[in-house]
């Protein structure tokens, strides 16, 4: 299968299940993986669409709970202290460990800037701390510091601070992915200077964060 720019790429199964938008990034998932499932589709949108209607059994477990995951509309006028030039981020994980992805959303429009996942056997403070540092590594490379990042996870957002994952959860062949993201992850934060501001997401009395899941 040839490298295009235009074509973006499902593994069903590979090292790390999810959407590429390049082939590169696709054959470092499934080049020498056992059985590998993946296929290319000419946009985003029916990309997206085919991963979450994937047929194998986990695939069909994260479609039950995943399929049109809502969006988390600001009532602005209500709420004038939310920051509007800012993403939000969150993580949700069926079952502790169980299947987690995290995505980021911007809070203004809804749209979703970044999702990544599902992968096997981690946590959902995992993913909140992995959305957390993603967010901040995209937006120092693409220089926006001004950009607020919201959180409502108040265990990621001392991770952060600390630079460093403090998480229990056992490294197993199944969830080896998420610690070599873990571990990138704190490389980053301990060799970069994070700008944006990281604010905590008050519930409480805003409703759910933007980028929720849906799933409780």
């Known amino acids: 299968m040839a490298g295009n720019r ?16 390049s082939w590169a990034e696709c054959e470092a998932r499934v080049k020498g993986y056992p059985g590998a499932r993946y296929k290319a589709f000419d946009n985003q949108e029916d990309a997206v669409m085919a991963f979450r209607n ?14 049109h995951d809502p969006v988390v509309h600001v009532n602005y006028e209500a709420i004038p202290e939310i920051v509007k ?34 992968f096997p056997d981690a946590t959902n ?11 901040l590594a995209f937006f120092h490379n693409t220089n926006q510091p001004h950009i607020a990042i919201y959180s409502d996870s108040r265990t990621a957002m001392a991770w952060v601070r600390n630079r460093k994952c403090n998480t229990k959860l056992e490294r197993t062949e199944r969830n080896a992915r ?10 980053w934060l301990n060799t970069h200077t994070p700008m944006n501001r990281i604010i905590k997401w008050e519930t409480d009395k805003w409703g759910e964060i933007p980028a929720d899941f849906g799933r409780k």
């Open 6 to 21: 235009s074509k973006w790429y499902v593994v069903w199964v590979g090292t790390e299940p999810g959407v590429c938008d």
């Open 54 to 67: 994937g047929g194998d059994d986990e695939m069909a477990l994260l479609r039950a709970i995943a399929h």
């Open 178 to 187: 998420v610690f070599e993201l873990i571990a990138r992850a704190e490389h």
């Open 125 to 135: 403070n995992i993913g909140e701390f992995l959305a957390l540092v993603h967010a």
């Open 85 to 118: 030039e800012s993403i939000a981020v969150d993580g949700a994980c069926s079952g502790n460990p169980g299947m987690m992805e995290y995505r980021g959303v911007d809070v203004l429009t809804g749209a979703e800037l970044f999702h990544q996942g599902p």
